[in-house]
């Protein structure tokens, strides 16, 4: 029987198309194929600027940076998330903190952001950057998230990286409540330039330094140097930067990806309402809907996670988890909370502090979700999921 993944990339004939001519078109980095793919990415997440990267982690990365993280500074994250969403303030180095989740939504909790605050207003300790994440494609609650930041005086970092394309109020995730996002294009996510990933922001002036962060420091822009006179060949290295650039070939395999886009979405969509109505007689509970209707807040359906909870003739998760592998499913677990990863634990935090998201890391089960998924596969899914819940 063939292993079914819990997700993977869908690549046709354009996107080999794509690659092809880039690969013949002269420039394999640094050429045309880059600005089209963050023009082409910016556009249709309704914001500026776009800057391409080598990796969503780099974005983090750089994004932190530009947007003032440094030693003596604290960067608050979700626990549920990728060790990413942390280690970015890390590298920087800031001290880092979580907020717990919201049990419906999975994802950072208003309520609890501005419980957070209020102790660290008393304690003096406020965060310079707070980082949510809208986990698996489903916005956080931004509005009152940015005036908790007006407020509190510290900025947003959306981690995008399940987001690309979806919807809050209506609008594109990128940058509209957030001073900077970030989105990932690595193979089990939206849309895939093998690794990949974007930072995007309103902010010219910190698009313009994410471009100096992503490229050495160095600037070859004659309005940008310091000292322009000296001769034709001179760049400026003007701060300590890095190589996160992304490479055309990534950049044109992108820009061949986003064309279907919507098309990602709509198999998405079709594909969870699927597992809601086959799994609503199954115990378990199933991913919180997206609020508002239609296309208001439109989750881009990244991961469908379900939770074992405990019951009367239910199998453990950990049960039900291994005989799904042993059926040939891909299920995985997203996420245990990134405080209590044993480096996490090394830097103090440890069981307790996180009710929330510790209580439904131990029931979450991914399981297959990707466009390519057919019918008749979901369909095996579902049944073995069915077997695996019994005692
Ligand atoms: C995938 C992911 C990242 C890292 O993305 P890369 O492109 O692999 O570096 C960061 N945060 C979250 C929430 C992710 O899912």
Request: glycine share 8%; hydrophobic share 40%.
């Amino acid at each position: 029987m063939d292993f079914i993944p819990y997700a993977t990339q869908s690549i046709n004939e354009d996107d080999l198309a794509a690659v092809r001519d880039v690969l013949t078109s002269g420039w394999l980095t640094q050429g045309p194929a880059v600005p089209r793919f963050e023009q082409a990415f910016a556009g249709l997440h309704g914001v500026p600027h776009a800057v391409a990267v080598s990796n969503a982690t780099a974005g983090l990365h750089i994004a932190c940076l530009a947007l003032g993280a440094g030693p003596g500074q604290t960067v608050w994250t979700s626990p549920n998330s990728f060790v990413a969403s942390a280690n970015c303030a890390l590298y920087c180095g800031a001290h880092v903190d979580f907020v717990d989740i919201d049990p419906v939504t999975r994802n950072m909790g208003v309520a609890e952001l501005d419980a957070k605050l209020q102790q660290a207003e008393r304690d003096g300790v406020l965060p310079a950057i707070v980082i949510p994440v809208h986990f698996g494609g489903l916005a956080c609650n931004l509005a009152p998230m940015r005036e908790l930041a007006d407020r509190y005086g510290f900025k947003i970092l959306e981690d995008a990286s399940h987001a690309v394309g979806a919807r809050y109020n209506g609008q594109p995730i990128g940058s509209r409540y957030a001073d900077a996002s970030v989105f990932s294009f690595h193979p089990v996510k939206i849309v895939t330039t093998g690794e990949g990933g974007i930072v995007t922001t309103q902010d010219a002036a910190l698009a313009r330094r994410l471009q100096l962060l992503r490229s050495h420091g160095i600037t070859r822009e004659t309005g940008d140097m310091q000292h322009p006179d000296t001769g034709a060949w001179h760049y400026e290295q003007q701060c300590l930067g890095f190589n996160y650039r992304m490479t055309d070939i990534q950049a044109a395999l992108g820009h061949s990806q986003l064309q279907r886009l919507d098309s990602f979405h709509t198999a998405r969509e079709r594909l969870a309402e699927r597992y809601d109505r086959l799994l609503a007689s199954l115990p378990l509970r199933r991913p919180a809907r997206a609020p508002g209707p239609g296309a208001t807040a439109r989750s881009s359906w990244h991961l469908y996670v379900v939770e074992v909870v405990p019951g009367d003739g239910v199998a453990d998760r950990a049960t039900v988890f291994t005989r799904l592998r042993e059926a040939g499913i891909g299920v995985n677990v997203h996420y245990e909370p990134i405080p209590l990863q044993p480096y996490y634990r090394g830097l103090g935090f440890h069981s307790g502090q996180f009710p929330a998201a510790e209580a439904y890391a131990a029931q979450a089960l991914s399981i297959p979700l990707y466009p390519t998924l057919t019918d008749a596969q979901q369909d095996r899914v579902v049944a073995a999921l069915a077997e695996a819940l019994q005692a």
